[in-house]
């Protein structure tokens, strides 16, 4: 009897096998390889100019309004939301504080505080015209970024403001700390923090996911959606008028017009993120590194010789094929969900 049981009890026996290859982390560190992969091409290609510390400096010193703009698209993004006035926001935000200080002679901390307000109640604006009147948020922050646009030129009489307190500059760019980095650079690791804590380890968090994920399921899980539409674009308004203020310290002033060529690169460096650490899901780090990865990429080919032009070529590029790949991991993964689901039914 012993000499059956014995066969028997080792087929039971579950040997084990290898891993299988996972595409998984090479999906979330791909765009962290590519932008190694660009610098390390660069370097070679211009051993004299690009792999510098003061080219370092550049690159990471000169992003920060770009990626304190993006970290704030990224909650209207997370809970299924558009907002194409982040730019306008950033440059009233700005001018705001530049005319108020610089013309009115209206203390700094008085003039930046409106200045955030201004961004809370854009956001706010945004928030209860799509919700309250059922408005896709596209055409929405489209009218109020136009708006915004004509109250900015109003503003300045078209032309740039100048003369801001030098105590903004020097909190922002006069100041250089590690690595000759400006503050401003510390403040785009601060708000890339910031928005990471708040999107991945807290309830409110969670909450926009799950509406961005699903908004009747939501509605139906007893979630108030239309309160957590409303703050994605608060936080997003907030966020781009925490931008104009370093904005504005970066310029010592404001200028009417060029805030708006923030617009494209930050929702380039949203869905290019959405490929990385997290791919499929909108998220900080993923776009920390998407900013550098495309300004050290634009910086490299100017270097070459190329013609300004081929910025915006290398923006506009990099946004098609970023939520190309950002939609087919998302499709991606909710198949594998599902089919997870079907198999555990």
């Known amino acids: 009897m012993s000499t059956t049981a014995e066969p028997a009890l080792e087929t039971s026996i579950v040997r084990p096998t290898r891993p299988r290859f996972s595409w998984g982390h090479t999906e979330r560190y791909a765009l962290l390889g590519a932008w190694l992969v660009i610098v390390i091409a660069f370097s070679i290609a211009l051993p004299d100019t690009y792999p510098t510390l003061g080219n370092l400096q550049n690159i990471l010193g000169s992003q920060s309004v770009l990626l304190i703009l993006a ?147 939501a509605e139906l899980s007893g979630l108030n959606v239309r309160r957590l539409r409303v703050g994605a674009f608060v936080g997003a308004g907030l966020t781009a008028a925490v931008a104009g203020v370093v904005y504005a310290g970066t310029l010592g002033g404001a200028d009417p017009s060029s805030g708006q060529s923030f617009l494209l690169p930050a929702f380039a460096a949203c869905y290019l993120g959405a490929t990385a650490i997290i791919p499929g899901r909108f998220n900080a780090i993923g776009t920390f590194i998407a900013v550098y990865f495309l300004f050290s990429g634009v910086v490299g080919l100017q270097m070459l010789g190329a013609d300004n032009f081929v910025q915006q070529l290398f923006y506009g590029g990099a946004l098609i094929v970023a939520v190309a790949v950002s939609q087919t991991i998302r499709r991606h993964s909710v198949a594998s969900a599902a089919k997870a689901a079907a198999k555990q039914s």
């Not at 900015?152 to 105590?167: E, K």
């Not at 020097?170 to 910031?194: D, E, H, K, M, S």
């Open 71 to 217: 970290l704030g698209f990224l909650f209207p993004l997370t809970a299924g939301e558009f907002d194409l006035s982040g730019a306008s926001t950033m440059s009233l935000s700005a001018m705001t504080i530049a005319v108020l200080n610089a013309k009115m002679d209206i203390p700094l901390l008085p003039a930046i505080l409106v200045g955030l307000a201004i961004g809370v109640v854009v956001g706010l604006v945004n928030g209860l015209l799509t919700v309250a009147f059922r408005i896709d948020s596209f055409i929405v922050t489209l009218g109020t970024s136009t708006f915004m646009i004509g109250i900015i030129q109003w503003m300045s009489a078209s032309s740039s403001v100048t003369g801001i307190d030098p105590a903004l500059v020097q909190a922002t760019v006069g100041w250089r700390g590690l690595a000759g980095l400006p503050l401003a650079f510390v403040y785009g690791l601060i708000a890339t923090v910031v928005v990471l804590v708040v999107l991945s380890a807290t309830p409110v968090g969670r909450r926009l996911l799950f509406v961005g994920t699903g908004r009747t399921v």
